[in-house]
Each structure stands twice: as C-alpha cells, then as structure tokens.
C-alpha cells in the first residue's frame, strides 16, 4: 500500500512540476519583484508553485491555501500531536497540581479534546498572523526536523529492528515484512537524508532559503 501510494503521488508531483513548467517556462518577468511586490501575471516559473498564480483572483487564493493538504493532513496532524502530547509529557500532573482547569484532566469527552486541539493551534495561528517570512521557517522545520522524522528515525528503526533477528528468536517468519530486505535500502534512505540536509544548509548560507 505505501509502496503504490508513494509511487501515485510522486507520479502526481512531477506532473505538476511538469505542467508548471509548460505553462510558465516561456515567460520572462518575475513573480515576485525585488522591491518585493506582486509581479505581473503571467510570470516565469517561481521558486515556490503557488507564487505564479498570486494574481489571479479567487484561484491564487485557494492554490496558496492548500485546500486538500489542510482538510486531509492538518487535523491528523493536530490529533496526532494532542494525543501524543498528553501522553508523554506531565500535563496531567501539571494541572492536577495547579488545582485549575481540572476538567481538562478528563480527555475522554470530545469537548475536552477540542480544547487541547484548540490550544495546540493556537501558535500556528500566532505564526501566521504575526510573521511575515514563513518560508524561512519551514527551512528550518522542514528542511532539517522533516528529515529526521521522515528518514533518519524510521531508518534507524529498521536497521537496529533487523539486527535483533526477530523471526529467529520467535521461531516464524513475517508475513507482514517488507520486500525490500535488503540492508542496503535503509542506508540508501541515510544518504538521501544527508543530501537533503546538506543541500538545506547550503541554501542557508548562501542566502537562498527564503526562495
């Protein structure tokens, strides 16, 4: 299943990366000007998709909004973080001993669960309104926490999981392992992982990260 969803979607991405390139290569002037306003539209390919259609009206809107990305990942994101959040860290302990707000203690109600999402969300909102340049915070984010989340630990928790032999101490194998058993594969991942980050503070220190 991850493999053919990976398979579909990066399909999907260098279509768009394709289209983009046959609908604005031929273009010369900017997108965005170096005073930093608005460019004229149509414009030659930005170094971020959505700048090309910032002048269009509605449409530029709802491409710099990411409506699907926000209807499908940013809820699961924000459950997955509350959930893990009261989980690991004392939050409980640090109410029950404040003597407030005691019934946040009780997040098994739905209401309760909407106010620690809510509260969660409030930085990004906070971000959002109050920070101008966000593409310079998503370097950092992305850049260097996405490689570690998405590639350094997943292949880290592979290679040390083989190496314990699981289905020789228990004796059965698998039927749920992956085809790709091979113990180069998790190291390809590091080295891809390093590249990215490597080209991440490249862009850093020669002053491209914001683009």
Not at 4 to 29: D, R
Not at 110 to 130: D, Q, R, Y
Not at 160 to 179: D, F, I, L, V, Y
């Amino acid at each position: 299943m991850f493999f053919w969803s990976h398979i579909a979607g990066s399909t999907f991405l260098v279509m768009e990366a394709f289209l983009a390139w046959l609908a604005f290569s031929g273009y010369a002037n900017k997108c965005i000007t170096d005073d930093g306003e608005n460019g004229d539209f149509p414009c030659a390919v930005a170094g971020l998709y959505n700048y090309n259609m910032l002048e269009i009206p509605f449409i530029g809107q709802v491409c710099n909004f990411y409506p699907l990305l926000n209807i499908a990942a940013v809820p699961i994101l924000n459950i997955t973080l509350r959930n893990n959040l009261l989980d690991v860290l004392p939050i409980k302990r640090w109410i029950k001993s404040s003597g407030m707000c005691l019934f946040l203690l009780e997040d098994h109600r739905n209401v309760v669960k909407g106010v620690w999402s809510m509260i969660l969300s409030l930085p990004v909102f906070c971000v959002v309104f109050f920070y101008k340049n966000v593409q310079d915070m998503v370097t950092y984010t992305g850049g260097f926490c996405g490689a570690f989340i998405l590639l350094y630990f997943p292949a880290a928790l592979i290679i040390n999981a083989r190496r314990c032999n699981a289905e020789q101490k228990m004796g059965c194998e698998n039927p749920n392992k992956s085809p790709f058993q091979h113990r180069l594969w998790p190291w390809l991942v590091v080295l891809w992982a390093t590249i990215c980050i490597a080209s991440v503070i490249i862009k850093i220190a020669t002053g491209e990260s914001g683009e």
